[in-house]
């Protein structure tokens, strides 16, 4: 999967900002072909760029309030969960192999009911041993 790089202008964007934006990606797009380059918007247009756009015939490029990483952002190949009905060592096996801290334990509807990170793991195994 390419990664996704975001372009964008002023945060009250006028004409020359989009058009660059827009510009820009459509460039980037054409000579790296590495990753996907999206012109965004950081607010509402004035009537002049929305002419413009509509014009030439270009989409309203989306809104983006906030440049401010989002946990979405974080890239994951896969994720990994376990049932609750996971047995303790092969949820701490899961973790070991693909080098994580936690693991959402998710039912059949694949709904979230909780989550297991390595000091659960070790106090199980503690508890374990308390009562050897």
């Known amino acids: ?7 964008t202008g002023h945060k009250n964007p006028d004409t020359d900002s989009i058009c660059s934006a827009l510009g820009y990606a459509f460039y980037k797009n054409r000579t790296d072909p590495s990753r996907v380059y999206t012109a965004v918007r950081g607010g509402d247009l004035n009537d002049e760029t929305r002419f413009v756009l509509e014009r030439f015939g270009f ?38 192999e693909n080098h994580i801290h936690s693991l959402p ?5 694949l709904v979230v009911r909780g989550v297991v990170d390595a000091v659960d793991i070790a106090t199980a195994y503690a508890d374990q041993l308390e009562h050897a």
Do not use: E, F, Y
Request: hydrophobic letters at 50%.
């Open 1 to 7: 999967m390419r990664q996704r790089v975001i372009v």
């Open 59 to 96: 989409r309203v490029p989306p809104l983006l309030r906030s440049l401010m990483p989002q946990v979405q952002d974080i890239p994951r190949k896969r994720l990994v969960t376990v049932a609750p009905s996971t047995r303790v060592g092969k949820a701490a096996i899961l973790m070991k």
């Open 105 to 109: 334990v998710v039912d059949d509807a």
